[in-house]
């Protein structure tokens, strides 16, 4: 299970509430476009509409930009491949204030290529810095506890 893209921001700008994990419709060129690593999802959101979920603004550029079909577009709807208790579930979570579909990663599982996703908050400006104040805190206590380790063991030899 490598992943082949990431949403790297989303952990900075979302707080996840559930993980979902769907399989999509893709192009043989963008499946090997994604095979290469090549592609984004920042900026791209999942939608429910009619009872299917598409992911939306994900960019997955060609394989060979000289064998492309004329009209192909990198940032196409691509259909996502859920239960319907998945759909139901995701549709009301859309419904929800507040309340996002964003994607994480594509990766492959055996030779299928799927999509993880989550049910996501976004963070305020004044969340984002509390993370960042507690992130940096763990570092300096896990440092002085390596310091600490290291003296100690220091005296008994």
């Known amino acids: 299970m490598a992943n082949l893209i990431e949403h790297k921001r989303a952990h900075f700008d979302y707080e996840f509430l559930e993980h ?5 419709q893709l192009f043989g060129t963008e499946v090997k476009s994604l095979r290469e690593h090549r592609g984004k999802l ?10 299917e ?3 939306m603004n994900a960019e997955i550029p060609p394989y060979q930009a000289q064998n492309t079909v004329g009209k192909y577009d990198p940032t196409r709807n691509r259909k996502l491949l859920l239960t319907k208790k998945e759909l139901t579930k995701l549709a009301s979570a859309e419904e929800k204030a507040g309340l996002t579909l ?28 509390q ?6 805190a763990l570092r300096d206590i896990a440092r ?3 310091r600490g380790v290291e003296k100690i063991s220091k005296h008994l030899r």
């Not at 920042?42 to 009872?51: D, N, P, Q, S, W």
């Not at 993370?131 to 940096?136: D, L, V």
Request: proline share 2%; net charge positive; aromatic share 8%.
């Open 42 to 51: 920042e900026g791209a959101h999942i939608t429910v509409r009619g009872g």
């Open 102 to 129: 964003v994607p994480l990663s594509m990766y492959n599982k055996g030779r299928v290529i799927k999509l993880r996703f989550v049910v996501a908050r976004g963070k305020k400006k004044g969340d984002k810095r």
């Open 20 to 24: 979902f994990e769907a399989g999509l």
């Open 131 to 136: 993370a960042i104040k507690k992130r940096e």
């Open 144 to 146: 002085e506890v390596k």
């Open 53 to 55: 979920a598409f992911l």
